[in-house]
């Protein structure tokens, strides 16, 4: 469920008025509305624009011919290159693509063809005036496939060349792994080559205001941002916990907290006055809680803080017993 992200949704419009130059990662905390932003985009573009959006969280991703699976869909209409133009909606699920083409990628295993193919796709779909988008969700799933090398280090090199050397594509890779985003802000080669958008939890007062327009009384609505300030997914939650709403909401900090507790970390102190504190680098312990879900790393704020409001308010009640 989409709500008031206007802001977001016209910086995004207004980077893509441009020509394509960058590898945009779109990242945050977990549940904190980066693929709804990221959809409701591509609902939003004109008709000069063609999106693609990939989710690979639909399907395992374990091997090359699964990889290649998520990205191309067979489609008997096609028979050549200049026939994906005509079956393309505004924003597609997958790259279409001939039988035998796919065959061959699937038996070739070289990521190469399969991007060639793409970039042919590309190049038609600007001859014939638009412009592609491409969106790979999640794109952290692949990020230990080794095809020949690392998979998506030979992915990310074809992304730079589409959108800062060729630009024929806007580029975006949406992800809530903040170890994953901190190994792309520090990797020398894509510096000058990508460029970061965080999407963080929904400001209080916009959260009350999206809980009131679902018809929670003010009251209620206040209840369920003392306990989850911004976080959409439990938001859309809250309603259906109506009748028993202060018992579900500490329900949630009880069992958060549960969690929390199995982790002996002395860094967890240090949330007990402060909402989020500054790191040079992360320590394993860090990493550790990280991984876990419990804090977020902010690479380019150089800070950890809790995932959320329910985290937060959880460490403070295992640090107090």
């Not at 904190?32 to 693609?52: A, M």
């Not at 802000?185 to 679902?214: H, M, Q, T, W």
């Not at 320590?283 to 804090?295: F, G, H, K």
């Amino acid at each position: 469920m989409f709500f008031d992200r206007e802001e977001e949704i016209e910086r995004l419009l207004e980077d893509i008025s441009y020509e394509p130059n960058m590898v945009t990662f779109v990242y945050g905390p977990i549940n904190s509305g980066k693929t709804t932003l990221i959809q409701e985009f591509l609902k939003r573009t004109s008709e000069k624009y063609v999106g693609f959006y990939i989710n690979f969280r639909k399907t395992p991703v374990a091997n090359y011919e699964e990889f290649s699976r998520v990205l191309f869909s067979f489609d008997s209409r096609i028979k050549m290159i200049k026939d994906v133009i005509s079956i393309l909606g505004k924003v597609n699920p997958w790259i279409p693509i001939p039988r035998e083409v796919l065959n061959d990628i699937l038996r070739d295993k070289e990521p190469i063809n399969a991007f060639s193919y793409l970039r042919e796709v590309l190049e038609e779909i600007r001859s014939s005036g638009k412009m592609p988008i491409l969106v790979f969700d999640e794109l952290q799933v692949i990020k230990d496939l080794k095809v020949n090398g690392s998979l998506i280090y030979q992915l990310f090199n074809f992304l730079i060349h589409l959108s800062k050397e060729a630009h024929l594509a806007h580029v975006f890779a949406v992800t809530s792994d903040s170890l994953f985003i901190s190994e792309i802000f520090g990797n020398a080669k894509l510096s000058g080559r990508a460029s970061y958008f965080p999407v963080y939890d929904l400001p209080e007062e916009k959260a009350i205001e999206f809980l009131l327009r679902l018809n929670l009384s003010e009251e209620e609505s206040r209840l369920v941002v003392e306990y989850f300030g911004g976080k959409p997914s439990y938001l859309v939650e809250a309603p259906k916990h109506r009748k028993h709403l202060r018992e579900w909401c500490e329900r949630e900090l009880t069992l958060r907290a549960r969690e929390i507790r199995r982790f002996k970390s002395n860094l967890l102190l240090e949330f007990m006055d402060e909402e989020e504190v500054e790191v040079e680098e992360l320590s394993e312990e860090a990493i550790n809680l990280v991984n876990a879900n419990i804090l977020f790393y902010d690479p380019l704020r150089g800070t950890l803080r809790p995932q959320g409001k329910l985290e937060l308010l959880a460490i403070r009640k295992v640090i107090k017993g």
